[in-house]
């Protein structure tokens, strides 16, 4: 997006008057949009438009008809947990942009630089079980909300696509495996799913942390969003083995947090779904289209890949059961 297109998304958002150029930088960071900080004249705010094709090495193209959902995700959050959410400032689901409050880096770092320097706060990983819980169990009892994110196709195509079926490709003796977690995953429907959360999403501010990034959003396996969470906590002990021991009580604390506060369906129901989907998410971050960046070791994927067949070959219901495999693996 340049930023003559950017400056008509805000004329177009109210934001600005035609003719106005306040000054406006590109932000890195995402893969899926373009994002920009521009300095109006009541303050910063981010402007986001969706992307057709993503910013990966693989061609991974997605609807930006995503946008709607995302701020709608905001949206339905903000209702009742305005804290665990940027405010949008201004919105055109149908141009697919909208705009939201520029948060300081410097009182809202990025839970995922946090984590890869080696600073663990377990605090943090037990607040996010607990927003997320919040999140889904208020979701899952509005009627309102399904009507709102028909997303099923959205999310298959950047979701259970890139991540479980490319995985299943790769690893054709686990392929049924996976299929039958995308199918299972694909007709749970519970409540409102982010679809990433994932520390690079999730700023920890001094209200605690906050969900970026709503582009997945949909009426689906709230099953998804946490073992998407667990998943990076256990990778980023291979790039950060001193802080494997603090992540390996985040990914306990947040799982404990999280099924604590699971009211709208037997917990025990909940954390298998989760149990089966974490092996599938773990190969998926090393043989999916968006491998995670920070594993480069040859032989830290295959560790990977070892517990993850494993682990696919004989499924668990138990979060501590995974974490209890991935310890033996990695110890």
Not at 171 to 177: I, K, M, Q, S, V
């Amino acid at each position: 997006m340049d930023t003559e297109v950017l400056y008509a998304d805000l004329v177009r958002l109210g934001l600005i008057r035609p003719g106005e150029r306040p000054p406006a930088a590109a932000l890195a960071g995402g893969v899926s949009s373009d994002i920009w900080k521009v300095d109006l004249a009541t303050g910063p705010v981010c402007v986001k438009r969706a992307l057709a094709k993503l910013k990966v090495a693989q061609d991974w193209r997605a609807p930006i008809g995503r946008s709607r959902y995302e701020i709608r995700w905001f949206r339905s959050v903000a209702r009742f947990l305005p804290e665990a959410v940027p405010r949008i400032a201004a919105a055109d689901e149908e141009a697919g942009v909208f705009a939201m409050d520029y948060l300081d880096p410097a009182r809202h770092p990025l839970w995922k630089r946090q984590l890869l320097d080696g600073r663990v706060e377990i605090g943090t990983a037990d607040e996010v079980g607990r927003r997320l819980a919040r999140i889904h169990a208020e979701t899952a009892r509005d009627p309102a909300i399904p009507a709102l994110f028909p997303t099923d196709a959205i999310f298959h195509d950047i979701r259970l696509a890139p991540y479980l079926e490319a995985a299943a490709a790769r690893h054709p003796d686990r392929a049924e495996a996976l299929r039958r977690i995308v199918r299972t995953t694909a007709v749970t429907k519970r409540a409102l799913v982010h679809g990433d959360v994932s520390p690079k999403n999730i700023l920890v501010g001094p209200m605690g942390p906050i969900f970026l990034d709503a582009e997945c959003a949909w009426f689906g396996d709230p099953a998804f969003d946490l073992a998407f969470c667990l998943n990076h906590l256990l990778l980023k002990g291979l790039v950060r083995p001193e802080a494997a021991t603090a992540l390996a009580a985040s990914f306990e604390a947040m799982g404990r947090r999280y099924l604590a506060g699971v009211d709208w369906e037997p917990v025990a129901d909940l954390e298998a779904r989760a149990a089966t989907l974490l092996p599938g998410l773990l190969l998926a971050r090393v043989d999916g289209k968006s491998p995670v960046e920070y594993l480069t070791d040859d032989a830290d994927k295959e560790r990977v890949r070892r517990v993850a067949r494993r682990l696919l070959a004989q499924p668990v219901v138990r979060l501590a059961l995974v974490a209890e495999q991935w310890k033996r693996e990695h110890s």
